[in-house]
């Protein structure tokens, strides 16, 4: 049988096992793609159908100083919240082999196996009778449930610490011990709490089902309960390999990396590929369109006829746009080194505003500039910075092409950080598009209304500076762009 991660405590350290139905769900659910971190459904199936897994959760969030986690559904909250990494060792050894058992004989396995089982079909039952009596007596089940999975954790904890006997008193929550002293001790008949109720169905669990007069209304589940407890004891007879989970956690974390890796050195090998690509075609294409512009403006000298000086005139303008398409692309794929000096950002987003204002007033947009009073400073490239905001805002502005609102909002520095999102109210970004808003050449808008480099440039610069850039568009509505930028910037 597997083990939980160990528990240090004062007095010695804590084993509890791992069931092995349970390590089997867990590692069907890594295989399935499923996540112990934010998983919160798949954590509270687990903890609601394992005594010791909910134990050691209890144990462990104490020790880290949680609040009170008094049901399950609290216990998962936390879990999903709280990195999972010592999921990621589970140590190999059975229980019943520790060292820490000191020299006693060794136990049987299969001995070992019954006391865990039958420790944990007691804990089961005792939870679902529980809160089936809180439920019908208008109580907190959540809180019957927990307390009647964990109303045998002193015989959990003895026969996990062996002969270092570690005392309740010394790892379980105050709440916890304290309601343990309770269980069963109420006047007879009545249920005015969690304690009475999980008092009452340890006695109705001992006796196999209603073996005392029931409250008057009181009805119980005999079949499925049954049912229930005969999985949970046959999930802990069920053998598992020793390191199921370290073994699928460990190849599944070398597999990210790998993933990661490859992701890395396949946008390296990209940005390669550009470089050859842009000075190629700056050297080919440039003469050219030089060419035809400079043929372009010779004609136009001379020409009279109104229709033919457009047409010379748009020859002349396309191939500056052309040229101005090879310049973006020869910055994107080597851009200049940042010159890094201190600046207020506050400042360069008034000045910012204030430039774009008569755009926005052209197309009937309002734009609204949120920032604090007072300066807030980083250490960047002043010219870099200012033309990675200025393509946020211009493609916030082309998003909306009339009418809408965007918003420049700077918060107020947290973490060492600083960020600015740029949002607006317009069409928003679908879902199949969102993935490749970075991309260079890619453009989720109708054609002939640029290469899309423009956000390119911005997350190049911004991640030049150490910093990163979130897009959010939530349900197709509007969308935002967050540029991150380290407090203490590039030295």
Same mark, same amino acid.
């Given at each position: 049988m597997q083990r939980l991660p160990e528990v240090v405590t004062t007095r010695g350290t804590l084993v509890l096992p791992l069931c092995g139905g349970t390590a089997r769900r867990l590692a069907a659910a890594l295989i399935a793609g499923r996540d112990f971190r934010g998983d919160r459904a798949l954590l509270a199936e687990a903890l609601a159908r394992d005594a010791a897994l909910s134990l050691w959760a209890v144990v462990r969030s104490h020790g880290l100083g949680a609040t009170?986690?008094?049901?399950?559904?609290?216990l998962a909250d936390w879990l999903s919240a709280t990195a999972m990494d010592p999921w990621s060792r589970p140590a190999e050894s059975d229980p019943s082999a520790s060292p820490k058992q000191g020299d006693a004989a060794p136990i049987n396995r299969s001995d070992q196996n019954q006391l865990w089982a039958t420790l944990a079909v007691r804990s089961f039952a005792a939870a679902t009778w529980g809160a089936q009596i809180a439920r019908q007596q208008k109580l907190d089940d959540g809180a019957a449930y927990l307390l009647g999975l964990l109303h045998l954790a002193p015989q959990w904890l003895a026969a996990a610490s062996g002969d270092a006997q570690i005392p309740p008193a010394d790892v379980l929550? @105050?709440?916890?011990?304290?309601?343990?002293?309770?269980?069963g001790t109420g006047p007879p008949g009545k249920i005015a709490s969690s304690a009475d109720c999980v008092g009452f169905a340890v006695k109705l669990a001992e006796a196999d089902g209603p073996g005392e007069p029931l409250p008057a209304g009181f009805t119980l589940d005999q079949p499925a309960h049954a049912a229930a407890v005969a999985r949970v004891r046959d999930d802990w007879l069920c053998e598992a390999p020793p390191s199921l989970l370290r073994d699928l956690v460990e190849k599944l974390r070398r597999l990210r990396d790998l993933e990661e890796s490859f992701?890395?050195?396949?946008?390296?090998?990209?940005?390669?590929? &550009?470089?050859?690509?842009?000075?190629?075609?700056g050297h080919e294409i440039n003469n050219p369109l030089a !060419? #035809?512009?400079?043929?372009?403006?010779?004609?136009?000298?001379?020409?009279?006829? @109104?229709?033919?000086?457009?047409?010379?005139?748009?020859? !002349?303008s396309q191939a500056f746009r052309a040229h101005e398409m090879i310049? =973006?692309?020869?910055?994107?794929?080597?851009p200049p080194s940042p010159k890094p000096q201190p600046l207020d950002i506050v400042e360069l987003l008034k000045k910012l505003h204030g430039e774009l204002g008569e755009q926005a007033?052209?197309?009937?947009?309002?734009?609204?500039l949120h920032a604090p009073r007072s300066p807030v400073e980083v250490v960047a490239d002043k010219t870099q910075i200012a033309v990675a905001l200025r393509s946020l805002c211009a493609n916030a502005l082309e998003a909306l092409v009339t009418g809408g609102r965007v918003e420049i909002a700077l918060a107020e520095p947290a973490d060492g950080?600083?960020?600015?999102? *740029?949002? =607006? !109210?317009?069409?928003g970004i679908p @879902?199949? *598009?969102?993935?490749?808003?970075?991309?260079?050449?890619?453009?989720?808008?109708?054609?002939?209304?640029?290469?899309?480099?423009? &956000?390119?440039?911005?997350?190049? #610069?911004?991640?030049?500076?150490?910093?990163?850039?979130?897009?959010?568009?939530? !349900?197709?509505?509007?969308?935002?762009?967050t540029v991150t930028l380290p407090g203490g910037g590039i030295r």
């Open positions: 009170e986690l008094r049901t399950v559904d609290a929550p @105050p709440w916890l011990h304290s309601q343990l002293d309770h269980v992701g890395q050195t396949l946008e390296a090998e990209k940005l390669e590929s &550009l470089k050859e690509l842009a000075y190629g075609a !060419n #035809i512009s400079a043929r372009a403006q010779t004609l136009l000298q001379g020409e009279r006829d @109104p229709e033919r000086r457009r047409m010379l005139a748009s020859i !002349n310049a =973006d692309m020869m910055l994107f794929a080597r007033a052209a197309q009937r947009t309002e734009l609204v950080r600083v960020q600015i999102t *740029v949002s =607006d !109210n317009g069409p @879902p199949e *598009v969102r993935p490749h808003v970075f991309d260079p050449f890619y453009s989720g808008r109708e054609a002939g209304r640029g290469l899309g480099l423009g &956000l390119s440039k911005c997350w190049r #610069i911004v991640t030049m500076h150490r910093g990163r850039v979130d897009v959010d568009s939530p !349900n197709g509505r509007g969308a935002a762009f």
